[in-house]
């Protein structure tokens, strides 16, 4: 056989820093989470770790709430993110100064949003309850009550990560043909029958894209939290990834590991069907 | 009439919510980076009654400019890793899309596996170790390269496909082996794509946090994003340096921002798409 000119060595540097810098950590993690280890020896305890994972009610709580992170914060971005990107889809003369500003949180630090957020929040001194007294309301703490806090980290990320999913809606929009609609408002159909019968059938890939891309980004999320409550107060937004440093921190390699394969575990067992279950749902245009 | 009315209401209210919502925290920040210790402390978006600029040189120079080393790290670090994963996701990607053997196949299918699945930290400092390579900013940039591979990937290969196969074919029959095939036609031929790549790429690097706590701990080798966050810890009296530093670590991004904002918008999207 004649040599290709599409030679094999052209994927081997690539190859070789994936597989020596992350393909062969994660093999090594399946086996590192069944043991007590400290980076020099290591004592196999089978599956000790996963159960004090699932016994210790901080442990288990931190899955509770990585879970809670990642539905809130796909479906708010999914839904805010579609009424949004139809808005400014228009003819709205400010729409490309609009959807920067919405955009550009996306590409900022995560530590200065947090940090700014974080102050922003402040129980008595903060914009936000400033603003909300004004209304007469007074405001919570936001981060230091332990049954708010998670929620509303969750709104800074809805607030960060909004732009992201605007733009792929955009992307979708443009791509509907203007004619569908025009019909239909010949047929005698209002903006509201536009959104239902065209809009979303023929926007459910992009949909899909938003669903999964902050489905998984919500699991594996750990910048924001970190910055702005380092999991506390107590343990309320504890997330997987949280723990995963914390336990690292203090020593304990084995448990830190197990809670990298229980969120891999997540990722595999709920966001692939996910992305199986939604490609299905598809309109073909 | 009515129905313009309505428009015009419509859209005064957008503009006035977006404003309100994503202008508020930049502002914020801007304002009481200019004040007093005092002033930032009360938190609120008062114009500052007193301009303090020098809250900026403060910020570089404390800690025996902590601050400038930072920049100089991450610098090092983005550039490299930018460089990298170009010469290497295009090779890669090249491959992939032109050849439909199983390799091509298992190559895609295991770079697709990196989309999704966290990285493994604590086997990962176990592997730098082994190779010498923890606490070294090599390390890290071996792993972003690795950690980023699979979406600069994407792009290449969505882009490649767009390039017809007959120069392939023409540039053989003229005689032209594999390595002058891609270095001398190909490559040069990526050049949008190769931008999209190092301007998000190096948007990644530069923010990353997570990786950077964990493979590059020392004071040494902190990069911006290590410094605002021990910054957040060591000086959570001063508000108005912090903000400093907030801003100061914004500017690069606000910068490429008003130079590539389509780019970066559609790369960013085509890959989320795609993925």
Redesign the interface.
């Given at each position: 056989m004649k040599?290709?000119?599409?030679?094999?060595?052209?994927?081997v540097?690539?190859?070789a820093?994936?597989s020596?810098?992350?393909?062969?950590?994660?093999l090594?993690?399946f086996f590192?989470s069944l043991t007590v280890w400290d980076?020099q020896e290591w004592r196999f305890v089978g599956l000790l770790n996963f159960k004090m994972f699932f016994e210790e009610p901080a442990l288990r709580g931190a899955v509770t709430n990585t879970l809670i992170y990642a539905v809130t914060t796909s479906g708010l971005k999914t839904v805010l993110a579609l009424l949004i990107a139809v808005?400014?889809a228009s003819r709205?003369?400010?729409r490309n100064f609009?959807r920067?500003?919405?955009?550009?949180?996306?590409?900022?630090?995560?530590?200065?949003?947090g940090?700014?957020?974080t102050?922003?929040m402040?129980p008595t001194?903060?914009?936000i309850n400033?603003a909300l007294a004004l209304l007469g309301i007074a405001g919570p703490d936001w981060l230091g009550n332990g049954d708010l806090a998670l929620y509303s980290v969750i709104l800074v990320d809805v607030?960060r990560g909004i732009g992201?999913a605007m733009?792929?809606y955009l992307?979708g929009l443009s791509a509907i043909p203007a004619e569908y609609g025009e019909a239909l408002m010949v047929d005698g159909g209002n903006g509201w029958d536009k959104f239902r019968h065209i809009t979303l059938p023929l926007i459910r890939?992009?949909m899909n894209?938003v669903i999964i891309?902050s489905f998984?980004g919500g699991?594996?999320s750990?910048?924001l939290v970190?910055?702005m409550t380092g999991g506390g107060p107590g343990f309320a937004t504890e997330i997987l990834?949280s723990i995963?440093?914390k336990q690292?921190i203090s020593g304990f390699?084995g448990l830190?590991?197990a809670g990298?394969i229980i969120?891999?575990v997540l990722?595999?067992l709920l966001?692939?069907p996910l992305h199986v279950r939604l490609t299905k749902m598809e309109v073909d245009l | 009439m009515k129905r313009k009315i309505r428009t015009g209401v419509i859209a005064a209210l957008a503009n006035a919510a977006v404003l309100l919502f994503y202008t508020t925290p930049f502002l914020f920040v801007l304002l009481n980076s200019f004040k007093d210790r005092r002033s930032a402390a009360q938190m609120n978006m008062s114009w500052p009654e007193t301009f303090h600029p020098e809250n900026y040189a403060d910020v570089v120079n404390v800690g025996g400019g902590m601050l400038i080393r930072a920049f100089k790290n991450s610098t090092v670090i983005t550039f490299v890793v930018v460089v990298l994963t170009v010469i290497v996701c295009s090779m890669t990607a090249f491959y992939v899309q032109r050849r439909n053997n199983r390799t091509a196949k298992l190559v895609s299918f295991l770079l697709l596996i990196g989309l999704m699945v966290p990285v493994p930290v604590m086997p990962t400092i176990w592997v730098l170790q082994a190779l010498g390579l923890f606490r070294h900013k090599l390390g890290l940039i071996l792993v972003q390269t690795a950690v980023g591979m699979p979406f600069s990937m994407m792009l290449f290969r969505g882009y490649i496909a767009s390039i017809p196969r007959e120069i392939d074919e023409a540039a053989m029959i003229d005689g032209c082996g594999p390595g002058r095939l891609f270095f001398q036609i190909i490559f040069p031929m990526l050049k949008p794509v190769t931008a999209t790549v190092i301007i998000l790429s190096s948007i990644n690097v530069f923010n990353d946090f997570a990786n950077a706590l964990y493979f590059l701990p020392g004071a040494e080798n902190a990069t911006v994003q290590l410094t605002l966050y021990n910054f957040m810890g060591a000086y959570s009296n001063r508000w108005n340096l912090l903000f400093a530093d907030v801003v100061i670590i914004c500017i690069p991004m606000l910068i490429l921002f008003l130079l590539f904002n389509r780019r970066i918008v559609s790369g960013m999207s085509a890959g989320a798409v795609k993925g």
């Open positions: 040599r290709s000119v599409y030679a094999n060595w052209l994927i540097p690539g190859m820093v994936y020596v810098f992350f393909l062969l950590p994660t090594l993690s590192f980076l808005g400014l709205l003369p400010t609009l920067s500003m919405i955009f550009f949180p996306t590409i900022v630090s995560t530590v200065a949003v940090i700014v957020f102050s922003l402040h001194r903060g914009v400033a607030w992201m733009m792929i992307a890939p992009s894209s891309l998984i699991l594996r750990f910048d970190w910055a990834s995963v440093y690292y390699y830190s590991t990298n969120l891999l990722v595999a966001a692939v | -």
